[in-house]
């Protein structure tokens, strides 16, 4: 399994921007599709975005495309969630997520490695 750790949540205005960071330990994680999730107070954990262990490939929620860009780099063995624009409805807690798979999954049910979360918090 691949361990993981996030970092970079914080407090923020809407309309900034803010880099997510999670950096990923164990030999499967170069081969492993990348995920990010979020879980905000009292509602279910939802999908956010993911990446191909080759980065070719890439799916996004509706809620982010055009303001979110995951990116890994597998020789760091780090994933990053880049968020512009942020709305308000975007505060949660945020998780890093990894599955052995070579193609790019979204359903929380399919990752199988998950890091403890990081805060984002957008004020209005």
């Known amino acids: 399994q691949v361990q993981l750790v996030e970092s970079g949540g914080e407090l923020v205005q809407a309309g900034g921007s803010l880099r997510l960071s999670c950096a990923a330990s164990?030999?499967?994680?170069?081969?492993?599709?990348m995920g990010w999730f979020r879980q905000a107070p009292g509602k279910e954990r939802e999908f956010v975005a993911a990446?191909?262990?080759?980065?070719?490939?890439?799916s996004y929620a509706d809620s982010v495309k055009g303001r979110f860009t995951i990116s890994r780099d597998n020789a760091k063995n780090m994933v990053y969630l880049q968020m512009s624009s942020l709305k308000p409805e975007d505060t949660a807690v945020y998780y890093c997520?990894?599955?052995?798979?070579?193609?790019?999954?979204?359903?929380?049910?399919?990752?199988?490695?998950w890091g403890q979360g990081t805060q984002v918090t957008v004020s209005s």
């Open positions: 997520a990894a599955a052995r798979a070579l193609v790019v999954l979204t359903s929380l049910a399919e990752y199988n490695s």
């Open positions: 164990g030999r499967t994680f170069s081969t492993s599709c």
């Open positions: 990446l191909s262990w080759n980065s070719r490939r890439t």
